[in-house]
């Protein structure tokens, strides 16, 4: 088993890091470093549908993350919704079947929205973050190998999302009286609030509920190969409208 006084020392290292980049950015690359993963991505969430921001170590996982909550399906998703850890050998694989849209997606190769710079990451480890009962979102671990964890090291993964769940969670925590010094959920890469207003228009734009004004902002993305936070946009911004023909 991996130094566990040596995963925590380099998430602290992190923490008191300086401001830029932002926090969950650095607990991305301080668990690469920590874990010896090709990259980690951080996603916070109130629910699958909720998205409050999404960080990453670099672009590859960014994407995989964006296109995770963009499908509605993936590691990630699964591994909030279920509170358990999500192990996935090869994301390419022909053979994996539990998200089969995010699986095609992937393996559609460059041209794609989901395709990154370089190399693909082919393996995966999902840990829920989650503070008691309360789920605040997902890190994932991302690897350019095939291949599954082995139990001690899924037990290293599991010490760093707890320490990165209280990073995350002590970073709201300013003395009494003082504002945080680092508001870096204001300063996300990928900011749900434009996706729930979106959600919004749409409910109102067709009369259906919020689920289904959701899938079809999903779908609209999926088909025209673009990332759901640029429909959502062009939705708020009047450039898009939803009509019955998209029901």
Same mark, same amino acid.
């Given at each position: ?162 320490? *990165? ?65 640029? *429909? ?16």
């Amino acid at each position: 088993m991996a130094d566990l006084t040596r995963i925590a020392q380099i998430v602290a290292e992190a923490v008191n890091g300086p401001g830029r980049p932002s926090l969950p950015e650095r607990l991305c690359v301080a668990c690469v470093e920590a874990l010896a993963a090709d990259a980690a991505a951080i996603t916070l969430m109130a629910d699958p549908g909720h998205r409050a921001g999404v960080w990453a170590s670099d672009d590859r996982a960014r994407r995989i993350e964006e296109r995770q909550f963009g499908l509605g399906e993936g590691p990630s998703v699964d591994a909030f919704r279920t509170r358990s850890p999500v192990a996935v050998a090869d994301l390419l694989s022909p053979e994996e079947v539990r998200w089969p849209v995010l699986t095609v997606d992937l393996a559609a190769g460059p041209g794609t929205p989901a395709a990154p710079a370089g190399s693909a990451l082919r393996s995966a480890y999902a840990s829920p973050l989650h503070l008691g009962t309360t789920g605040i979102g997902v890190l994932s671990l991302y690897g350019a190998r095939p291949g599954v964890p082995e139990r001690t090291r899924a037990a290293d993964i599991r010490v760093a999302a707890t320490s *990165v769940t209280l990073a995350i969670v002590g970073s709201f925590l300013a003395p009494s009286g003082a504002l945080p010094e680092q508001p870096w959920l204001d300063e996300s890469p990928l900011d749900g609030v434009e996706v729930d207003q979106a959600v919004g228009t749409i409910m109102v734009q067709l009369g259906v509920p919020a689920a289904e004004a959701l899938d079809r902002l999903r779908a609209h993305a999926f088909a025209r190969g673009r990332e759901i936070d640029e *429909v959502a946009h062009d939705v708020v911004e009047r450039r898009l409208r939803f009509t019955e023909e998209d029901r």
